[in-house]
């Protein structure tokens, strides 16, 4: 630092000199630097040098016709760095803002009220805390019931639905069969879910509700219907079709909007019914 002050008072010493003999000196200088670079093409700078440079680009209009021992683009670097690390100097040093953090052992507490009362409302779960001593505001807390831990996603309900009712499932379904004269042929199955054994299976070219009910009796006889018919929401079915599984007194159990997967094992019994059909 002291080499820092010493150069800048020997500048400010210079410019009380004549212009004569200022500009032998600076010339003699440029040549020391020359044959200085000549010996070390890239001199080591500290900290100092860096920015006095920096400095000197502020205040300094001509400073890059004096500069040798780097670019005029490197100093504008070190200029942009010492920009960034202040700025990073002051973003840490700042206090930090807006409210304190809730604590984990109020979350948990909020997240336990929502599991275990249902009915409560973010009012009814502000007072509780009140009286417990913790002093949350109605809006942070309607923020974190947001949060809470839900009931088991739909698709694990699903699961656990087709595994402890297997025996007692079955699913209808269609699927299409181009012909050779460019016709479509519209096959229509029911396959159990116990053992994935096609119960019935029919074609046709025009399938109308009236054709599926009669399909539907004729693969539950005697007494043979299972307790749940899974089917998709094709429009073909319409609401003839899931009256008429419940005079079968069997539950219609229709799958979500665009969810083929809830239906996966009539999926998986297409290539059975395809065999089935190559031998009817």
Known sequence: MFRFFRLWFSLLARSLRSRR????ENLALRQQLTVLKRKHPK???RAVDKLSWVLARCFWSAWTQSLIVVSPETVVRWHRTGFRMYWSMISKVRKQVGRKRLSREVRELIFRMVAENPTWGAPRIHG???MLGFDVSERTISR???RAPRAPRPAKRWRAFLENHREAIAAMDFFTVPTITFGVLYCFFVISHDRRLILHFNITKHPTSSWIIRQLREAFQFATA????????DAKYGTEVPAAIRSLKI???RTSFESPWQNGIADAGWAAAAVSCSTM
């Open 21 to 24: 003999r200022l500009l032998f």
């Open 226 to 233: 299972p307790r749940f018919l899974i089917h998709n929401r």
């Open 43 to 45: 001199p080591r700078l």
């Open 144 to 146: 974190w019931m947001k």
């Open 251 to 253: 539950n219609a159990v």
């Open 128 to 130: 509780e805390l009140l």
